[in-house]
């Protein structure tokens, strides 16, 4: 069974940074998806960022809009862990941040993940 867990929430201000990390064990596939996805109060779940990864080949991230030039996605295969460096934080990136994961490359469709972590929440004071 997959398992997902995230950390390195908390709050900064207006134009501040934070590094999250997402733990994932239990799986055993050759191309799959490791994803971030976020949520703010009053507001539906979106994608953020993800990495697909096939085999040995390099991993392809995907970046919602409203994140590209400030948050870098990757991962070290070696802790099997996932990382959201996110820079230049402005209120509206204020949410809860999950973790997810799927096989087959990454999609912003939701429903495609298997396994998801309990979240780890990020404040971003103005």
């Known amino acids: 069974q997959v398992q997902v867990a995230e950390s390195g929430g908390g709050s900064v201000q207006d134009g501040g940074s934070l590094k999250l990390s997402c733990t994932v064990s239990?799986?055993?596939?050759?191309?799959?998806?490791w994803a971030w996805f976020r949520q703010a109060p009053g507001k539906e779940r979106e994608g953020v960022a993800g990495l697909t990864t096939y085999a040995q080949t390099p991993s392809v991230p995907i970046y919602a809009e409203s994140v590209k030039g400030r948050f870098t996605v990757s991962k070290d295969n070696a802790l099997n862990t996932l990382y959201l460096e996110m820079n230049n934080l402005k209120p509206e990136d204020s949410a809860m941040y999950y973790c997810?994961?799927?096989?087959?490359?990454?999609?912003?469709?939701?429903?495609?993940?298997?396994?998801w972590g309990q979240g780890t929440q990020v404040a971003v004071s103005s």
């Open positions: 997810a994961m799927k096989t087959g490359p990454c999609s912003w469709l939701q429903d495609q993940y298997r396994a």
């Open positions: 239990g799986y055993t596939y050759s191309y799959y998806c």
